[in-house]
């Protein structure tokens, strides 16, 4: 079992397949499914330092799209269900969302709230390009910054080669 961790390890760090992975990870995990695509993007850019602004780009624009496939499936569900009736919590939630409008997708990238705040504001029928525009800056934010603190700020302290090392 070991060795067939190592060989998938090793065989998705490659550049050609490791960044056709990221986009996927990314993609996946920025839809409703419980998924995070930080340790793929993390363990990439660690083994291949070099490819640091192209996995981040890539990651971006996969979870970019993953958020605009929420946004979609917000605005679908809208349609499905007009006579849903709000608790006073959702009401103020609903409220705040609408005064930010697209901005509020901004924070798509927050774990638990992201994924379904950027279908809500395809429920509420926010204009998709800004949602899809704020939705990716805060997603590349979030992977800069925590790809960047994990490589430069702990080097040494999280070393994917180190599970197939002999």
């Not at 996995?55 to 971006?60: G, Y």
């Not at 009401?91 to 379904?116: T, V």
Request: with cysteine; hydrophobic share 55%; glycine share 8%.
């Amino acid at each position: 079992m070991d060795l067939l961790f190592c060989s998938a390890l090793q065989w998705l760090s490659l550049p050609r397949h490791g960044l056709s992975t990221i986009f996927v990870v990314a993609l996946v995990s920025a839809t409703l499914l419980p998924m995070g695509s930080e340790p793929a993007v993390f363990g990439f850019v660690k083994l291949n330092p070099e490819m640091f602004w192209a996995a981040v780009a890539i990651a971006t624009v996969g979870n970019a799209i993953g958020g605009a496939i929420n946004w979609w499936i917000g605005y679908g569900a809208k349609r499905a269900y007009e006579h849903y009736k709000h608790s006073p919590v959702q009401a103020r939630a609903l409220a705040w969302l609408e005064r930010l409008g697209p901005k509020a997708c901004f924070f798509a990238f927050l774990p638990l709230i992201g994924d379904p705040l950027t279908s809500i504001a395809g429920w509420l029928k926010f204009p998709f390009w800004p949602c899809f525009f704020w939705g990716a800056l805060g997603k590349l934010c979030r992977y800069v910054v925590m790809t960047a603190a994990l490589i430069w700020v702990f080097p040494g302290q999280f070393d994917p080669a180190s599970f197939c090392a002999p």
